[in-house]
């Protein structure tokens, strides 16, 4: 079964510091990496994908993404957080084969302050 | 917004009441899914359709009751809810389903109380 791990329930950073936010997977072969974000009171929002090649993805409001299948990690970046990405992020990930669900981890509550 | 909606944002119902959620995408997507967002706890898939029909029903008690009318909308039946069936639940729709590496597009959720 595939699944994936936020490590951190919450993390806080100053406004213009870098900000990252970690996910681990513990599946075999070559899973599709997904970061979504959820702002108060509305849906999940894409941010990003990893599906293959370049394992730096970019993404929505200058957020980055590096694949790194060795250490099965596909942690979420920003060179420089503002307040208004304080939110909550969730990782997910799906295998192209097979079981063609979502599993999203827990998510990690981001506060950016000012 | 994502060009999925839906109604109502916020619900409360007793245990006895009968009410649906309504959810409607606008982006020509053919797959639709229904997912429970419990507090610190991942997203629930619980049911997923693909061209009008259910492909998913992740073991969800029968209290919920899906239905899917054409590719552009879904409902939730809810009936004899329990207290811990509170939640958001969120409606999302994706392109495609099989084999699929498309991203979903969520609704805005509807907060549900169950009394």
């Known amino acids: 079964a595939q699944s994936v791990a936020q490590p951190e329930d919450q993390v806080n950073v100053a406004e213009g510091n870098p900000l990252t936010v970690k996910c681990t997977y513990s599946?075999?072969?070559?899973?599709?990496l997904f970061w979504y974000v959820q702002y108060p009171n509305r849906g999940l929002q894409f941010l990003l994908k990893y599906i293959t090649g370049d394992n730096l993805v970019k993404g929505s409001y200058g957020f980055e993404a590096e694949f790194n299948k060795s250490q099965t990690s596909f942690h979420l970046k920003k060179p420089s957080a503002l307040v208004s990405d304080s939110a909550l992020y969730f990782c997910?990930?799906?295998?192209?084969?097979?079981?063609?669900?979502?599993?999203f981890g827990a998510g990690t509550t981001v506060t950016v302050r000012a | 917004e994502t060009g999925v909606t839906q109604t109502p944002r916020h619900l409360v119902m007793g245990m006895t009441n009968k009410k649906s959620l309504k959810c409607e995408q606008h982006l020509g997507h053919n797959a639709m899914y229904w997912y429970k967002q419990s507090a610190k706890k991942p997203l629930e898939l619980m049911f997923v359709y693909n061209f009008k029909e259910q492909t998913e029903n992740n073991s969800v008690p029968s209290r919920f009751s899906p239905e899917c009318p054409n590719s552009s909308h879904l409902f939730l039946h809810l009936h004899t809810l329990q207290p811990e069936d509170s939640a958001l639940y969120l409606c999302?729709?994706?392109?495609?389903?099989?084999?699929?590496?498309?991203?979903?597009?969520f609704g805005p959720g509807t907060r549900l109380t169950v009394l």
């Open positions: 999302a729709s994706s392109q495609e389903l099989v084999g699929s590496y498309n991203e979903q597009f």
């Open positions: 997910a990930v799906r295998y192209p084969k097979g079981d063609y669900k979502l599993s």
């Open positions: 599946v075999s072969g070559n899973p599709y």
